[in-house]
């Protein structure tokens, strides 16, 4: 029986060839019969890919025999090319789309201001510290609050995004000047994010900014369900979702009828990647195939030529 497996990764570093990068993991994976989605930029480059367990493994040789990935870190996981709908490699102007790609600043050690790197036995030994002082230290989320719904650290804070742009609006809505001057551990799902994030906020005033290493999934792999973190891991392949342990929580609620469920389900209107969660017995009810806002449309406007038929394949999660 031949083994598949599933690699994330992430390298800051500048590239002043984008494009020739592309071509190149374009060409290795299809080489390799590998699938997923890989995103290069003038700042490094970031990807997911899975596959046979031996292409795999050739990937990641050749990708760190490339002198400015030498020492990017990879991610294991179950799964393979199965969990990809295909192929995608793409060149865009940010790793991660904050949309300011003229704040972030990177040389060859990685993104030039973040916030300082904490391994998961250091987040607790932080926590401890800051505890024996009398002072809280604060989670703060770096995902999209859709993904928070299903896993998120105790007590974190998770702003209200539904892209990663949001983010900037947030940080400068004032919300959040209250933990300026106090610890904050930024985390998300495999440390990408929290690098611009964490510099984002120290350049915004934030005096003492963190930032898990290896995100949740590094801490996953070390402590499980024993530590800070509740519940299930939002992934963007077929997996949907990752548990670290069978003592994982479910913290999701269907929309329909609030039963605990972590799985996701796309709007089946044409056009919309909203995803809502559903239980087993509410997931296929037919009013329940559109988002709320697309069923508001429809009912204001039954005509409207966006709102079906309903054309797409109902499923949990598609990838995005």
Not at 49 to 75: D, S
Not at 171 to 181: A, F, P, R, T, V
């Amino acid at each position: 029986m031949s083994i598949s497996r599933i690699v994330l990764y992430y390298q800051f570093t500048p590239l002043s060839d984008p494009e020739a990068v592309k071509l190149w993991q374009y060409t290795l994976c299809r080489e390799l019969g590998l699938r997923g989605r890989i995103i290069v930029s003038e700042h490094g480059i970031n990807g997911t890919v899975g596959g046979q367990l031996q292409a795999v493994k050739q990937y990641v040789k050749q990708t760190r025999n490339y002198r400015p990935f030498r020492n990017t870190e990879f991610k294991w996981s179950p799964g393979g090319a199965e969990d990809f709908p295909r192929l995608s490699v793409k060149v865009r102007p940010e790793l991660v789309a904050f949309g300011v790609p003229d704040e972030v600043k990177v040389g060859e050690e990685g993104v030039i201001g973040g916030g300082e790197h904490l391994k998961p036995e250091q987040v607790h030994e932080l926590i401890e510290a800051k505890k024996r002082d009398g002072v809280d230290v604060t989670f703060f989320d770096g995902r999209n609050a859709m993904e928070a719904q299903i896993g998120r650290f105790k007590d974190a804070v998770v702003p209200d995004t539904e892209t990663t742009r949001d983010f900037i609006t947030e940080l400068d809505s004032g919300k959040y000047d209250h933990l300026k001057d106090k610890p904050v551990i930024t985390y998300c799902t495999g440390g990408i994010r929290c690098e611009v994030l964490s510099a984002l906020m120290k350049d915004r005033g934030w005096e003492e900014v963190y930032q898990l290493d290896g995100g949740i999934v590094r801490y996953g792999e070390t402590y499980g369900d024993s530590g800070y973190w509740e519940g299930e891991l939002y992934v963007f392949d077929g997996r949907m979702n990752m548990r670290f342990s069978e003592e994982a929580k479910t913290l999701g609620e269907c929309v329909h009828c609030a039963a605990p469920t972590s799985r996701f389900y796309n709007c089946m209107d044409r056009g919309c990647a909203t995803l809502q969660l559903y239980c087993d017995d509410c997931a296929h009810i037919p009013a329940n195939t559109r988002c709320h806002r697309c069923q508001a449309r429809l009912a204001a406007n039954p005509t409207d030529p966006n709102s079906g038929p309903l054309e797409k394949q109902r499923r949990p999660m598609e990838l995005r």
